[in-house]
Nanobody
Framework: QVQLVESGGGLVQAGDALRLSCVARPSTRYAIAWFRQAPGKERELVTAIGWSGGTTYYADFVEGRFSISRDPAKSTVYLQMNNLNPEDTAVYYC????????????????WGQGTQVTVSS
């Protein structure tokens, strides 16, 4: 069973940057996505990357501020978040899917425990 562990969350000010990490053990050829859930809101897909790293997806609200990448040697997927704003405050989860269509939300069956990101104004 693949286990996902997120890290890198924290409290930052508006305009700051954070890099989240998602380590998959054992190493996986699954697609990896980052979701987020703010208080009182539904979980939403932020970004995703195919197992080879050749396919990526970004939600419109990312607006060029976030970047997803993966390092197969470290079994790690990164989410670089720049120019954060208070609306980005949420628990961020990484999830894994065996499906080829990385935007198929139903395919994400494996989840990490989440990491809190809080952006103050």
């Amino acid at each position: 069973q693949v286990q996902l562990v997120e890290s890198g969350g924290g409290l930052v000010q508006a305009g700051d940057a954070l890099r989240l990490s998602c380590v998959a053990r054992p190493s996986t050829r699954y697609a990896i996505a980052w979701f987020r859930q703010a208080p009182g809101k539904e979980r939403e897909l932020v970004t995703a990357i195919g197992w080879s790293g050749g396919t990526t997806y970004y939600a419109d609200f990312v607006e060029g501020r976030f970047s997803i990448s993966r390092d197969p040697a470290k079994s790690t997927v990164y989410l670089q978040m720049n120019n954060l704003n208070p609306e980005d405050t949420a628990v961020y989860y990484c999830a894994a899917s065996r499906l080829a269509v990385i935007t198929n939300i139903e395919g994400y069956e494996l989840w990490g425990q989440g990491t809190q990101v809080t952006v103050s104004s």
